[in-house]
């Protein structure tokens, strides 16, 4: 894949061109580090994606402004003792100690800090107890939905993806997005409930979407949170 760059009337930006052999239709993507995708078919010429590029040049740069205004927000955080951090969807107080443990009543986080703790060394650990969370709260939440679906997964997993919340394999392995540990439980539950639905249906298909909406009836509202948020579940 080569990158390009274009000029369009709201300014400049380089952009990655992917030929896809199935693709039918012209897509743009702009990642969380900032980098535009554009997956098109393989006939289409490259004259004709660029002039694709410019008449949606107002919305790339809208995109390109986010993915700028979260790094700057994310850059503010200093992880020290006392600042919030977010868990299952409430706000909880680090307090850098010897030990982890999560305080409920005084909705404290004690944070088991190696070496000094430095603002790296705290995003390290934090992402670690992350993790550990992240695996039981999604065993417990797979258990309470898949006994309404009528369907176990063969595996429940936890990875560190980057554009995706989660996936499920044709062997019945479902994985999900540590990230997802800082969301509300209601938006956890959607994800949940949308990989354990693509055990019976490997697609997006309306049947699909009406198992996801006879599993989870409120999903729409959690989609639209994730969506609206999911750029903020980062550390």
Not at 39 to 65: E, I, M, Q, T
Not at 155 to 182: A, E, Q
Request: proline fraction near 6%.
């Amino acid at each position: 894949m080569k990158t390009h760059f274009l000029e369009t009337p709201h300014g400049g930006f380089e952009y990655t061109l992917e030929r896809r052999p199935r693709r039918r239709t012209l897509a743009i993507r702009v990642k969380p580090d900032g980098q535009v995708l554009v997956a098109v078919p393989p006939l289409v010429p490259h004259l004709f994606v660029k002039g694709f590029l410019r008449d949606k040049s107002a919305w790339v740069h809208r995109k390109l402004a986010d993915v700028t205004r979260l790094h700057r927000q994310l850059a503010t955080r200093t992880y020290a003792d006392g600042d919030a951090v977010p868990y299952l969807g409430e706000d909880y107080h680090l307090r850098l100690v010897a030990r982890s443990r999560l305080d409920d009543a005084d909705r404290e986080l004690h944070l088991g800090v190696r070496g000094k703790p430095e603002r790296e060394a705290v995003i390290a650990s934090l992402t670690r107890w992350y993790k550990k969370q992240a695996l039981a709260v999604m065993q417990e939440r797979v258990a309470l939905l898949a006994g309404r679906l009528g369907r176990e997964p063969s595996h429940i997993g936890i990875k560190s993806y980057r554009t995706r919340w989660g996936s499920c394999h044709p062997d019945g392995r479902v994985y999900f997005n540590w990230r997802l540990v800082m969301a509300p439980l209601d938006v956890v539950d959607y994800v949940v409930a949308h990989e354990l639905c693509h055990l019976l249906h490997p697609n997006h298909s309306p049947a699909f979407w009406n198992e996801v909406g006879r599993l989870y009836p409120c999903y729409r509202e959690q989609r639209s949170w994730l969506k609206k948020h999911g750029r903020l579940l980062d550390l």
